[in-house]
């Protein structure tokens, strides 16, 4: 079993950053990809960033890309996300989450990963 914990959200206005952090813990081995996703009421959840965990290699998606870094700590199990340029549009529950599948495409898709943590908010203001 793998355990994630979010932290990090919060209110900031456009413009600003915000860094979340991401504890991993339990059969941290077995973990190929980290990733950040986020879910707006009545939307689905959306790929933002992932990591491969040996190598480092990280995806983006279209919406963040330039703006938000995906980044881990082997050391402290932790994976970060870095928020740059925050816009109103990015105001979102932000969730981990880890899979122990090396997938070889698409690793942005929520259906690839089998844990996930409670999620923290993020809000941005005009």
């Known amino acids: 079993q793998v355990q994630l914990v979010e932290s990090g959200g919060g209110s900031v206005q456009a413009g600003g950053s915000l860094r979340l952090s991401c504890a991993v813990s339990?059969?941290?081995?077995?973990?190929?990809?980290l990733g950040w996703f986020r879910q707006t009421p009545g939307n689905e959840r959306e790929g933002v960033a992932a990591?491969?965990?040996?190598?480092?290699?990280?995806y983006y998606s279209d919406s963040v890309e330039g703006r938000f870094t995906i980044s881990q700590d082997n050391a402290e199990d932790t994976v970060y996300l870095q928020m740059n340029s925050l816009k109103p549009e990015d105001t979102a529950m932000y969730y981990c989450?880890?899979?122990?599948?090396?997938?070889?495409?698409?690793?942005?898709?929520?259906?690839?990963?089998?844990?996930w943590g409670q999620g923290t908010q993020v809000t941005i203001s005009s």
């Open positions: 990591i491969v965990t040996r190598g480092g290699r990280t």
């Open positions: 989450a880890a899979s122990d599948y090396l997938w070889s495409s698409r690793p942005l898709t929520p259906q690839r990963y089998k844990y």
């Open positions: 339990g059969y941290t081995d077995s973990i190929v990809f």
